[in-house]
């Protein structure tokens, strides 16, 4: 398959729907996990919203992935996780800087989206 700005938003929404898939997948497993010492409740919540985070980063891996694979797309996986990982730690490192974690929405889809968008970046260098 031809690199094309075409390609590189599909492969983005691609990797969306996969992280989407994992991260809800994550946030059941995360909530169980840590809920065994049950602090009224917010156990739980806290396990959701990790394995949410994590899950979303390993499911946009995934999703780039399966698309690679369908479509006999060429790229490096190690620099899309790469990205994936960058992604996840400039929203949550400036949240608070900018003033993004006010905003739960904001910060929210800019995480979706800058996460996808890293690891699709990543996945179109060339190998390394």
Request: net charge positive.
């Amino acid at each position: 398959m031809k690199r094309t700005v075409k390609s590189f938003f599909g492969m983005a929404l691609a990797s969306a729907l996969g992280g989407y898939a994992f991260a809800i997948l994550g946030a059941l497993i995360g909530s169980k996990i840590i809920d065994w010492n049950s602090y009224g409740g917010f156990g739980g919540l806290v396990g959701a919203i990790a394995g949410m985070i994590l899950g979303y980063a390993i499911g946009v891996i995934f999703g780039i992935l399966v698309f690679s694979k369908a479509f006999r797309y060429r790229g490096s996986i190690w620099l899309a996780g790469l990205g994936a990982i960058l992604g996840m730690v400039l929203i949550l490192g400036l949240a608070e800087p900018l003033n993004l974690n006010s905003n739960s929405n904001v910060m929210l889809w800019s995480l979706v989206v800058l996460t996808a968008l890293f690891a699709a970046w990543g996945f179109h260098l060339k190998k390394v």
